[in-house]
């Protein structure tokens, strides 16, 4: 029998769920088993579970929309094997993976949660993309996380407080390291996470709510964390880091942009020319983007004043 199962939260991503399930049942159904949580899909993600969800490797849980957290809770309640890893249907995975995930509760018994690695696709980042690079440890994000399942059902899983899909994996991650200790790093456990188109349109319409959950993430995590929130930020309290954002949020998507079209080595001119649009696309997000976190820190300033380390 297994003794880690392989386990996808999904939402809304048929497309991207179909490659994932094509890449485990071609390199990993026969070493891993795995389970879906679909969070309440209103896509065609139902369908593609349907066609693919047959395979006696792979388990399919359908539930109301709440939550990643909520998601990933179920997951481990339903968990047959002592050790279960999460991944998001963004990620590509290959054999090395499967091999290495088999056989990692034996290198790290003692254990209660193992780090792998997140790899970008080779080559520059392509503007209004989104993407996770996670070489060295440290970010401890849900694309490559495995952890043991008894040990975490007794923290109480994943904060359900966290209604985005954002620093709800940071906040177990910190959790574990300050109640049971260190959380290793496993290189040769290795994720690819492809450069993402983001839309447009989609972008505009929920800029404010999805930097207002953002925020209230943030501020959610210090809270919980002040002693330990500066080992996974830049800032030492939550309010260092949203004043930052506040800051420089569009000069680092400016920045990222220009350097693409101007200083990437390699690109042949009609790249560059198609990446304009994509970049012009990000530049008007990220201003927006930045408004709506300076009207929302505007709005939270009482509560952000007290978000500091002592």
């Known amino acids: 029998m297994p003794s880690i199962t392989l386990a996808l939260a999904t939402y809304n991503q048929a497309p991207l769920l179909r490659i994932f399930l094509d890449h485990y049942l071609r390199e990993g159904a026969s070493r891993v088993p795995l389970i879906v949580v679909d969070d309440g899909s209103e896509d065609a993600t139902p369908d593609v579970l349907r066609e693919m969800g ?3 490797g792979i388990t399919v849980h359908r539930l109301a929309h709440v939550s990643a957290a909520h998601a990933r809770n179920h997951a481990l309640r339903a968990c047959p094997t002592p050790w279960i890893a999460f991944s998001d249907t963004d990620c590509l995975l290959d054999g090395r993976y499967f091999e290495t995930l088999a056989g990692l509760p034996a290198r790290f018994p003692e254990a209660a949660a ?3 690695a997140v790899r970008p696709t080779p080559g520059p980042k392509p503007p209004f993309t989104h993407s996770l690079h996670n070489p060295s440890g440290g970010t401890y994000a849900t694309a ?6 008894e040990d975490i059902l007794a923290l109480g899983g994943f904060d359900e407080g966290f209604t985005v899909n954002f620093r709800e994996d940071t906040d177990l991650a910190l959790t574990i390291l300050d109640r049971l200790g260190p959380i290793p790093f496993c290189p040769d456990l290795a994720v690819e996470h492809p450069h993402i ?3 447009f349109l989609k972008a505009l319409r929920t800029a404010y709510s999805s930097q207002d959950r953002v925020v ?3 501020m959610r995590l210090y809270r919980k964390h002040p002693a330990s929130y500066g080992r996974v930020r830049h800032y030492p309290d939550a309010r260092g880091t949203l004043f930052a954002w506040c800051r420089k949020y569009f000069a680092l998507y400016l920045k990222e942009c220009l350097r693409y079209l101007f200083k990437t080595p390699g690109l042949t001119v009609s ?3 198609r990446g304009v649009v994509p970049a012009g696309q990000a530049m008007i997000v990220a201003f927006l983007e930045q408004l709506c976190i300076g009207a929302i820190c505007v709005l939270q300033m009482g ?3 007290r978000l500091k380390s002592p």
């Open 54 to 56: 047959s395979h006696p």
């Open 114 to 116: 193992v780090e792998g």
């Open 144 to 149: 490559n996380m495995v952890f043991k399942v």
């Open 197 to 199: 188109p983001r839309s």
């Open 216 to 218: 209230r993430a943030e």
């Open 271 to 273: 790249e560059r020319l």
């Open 303 to 305: 509560e952000i004043a």
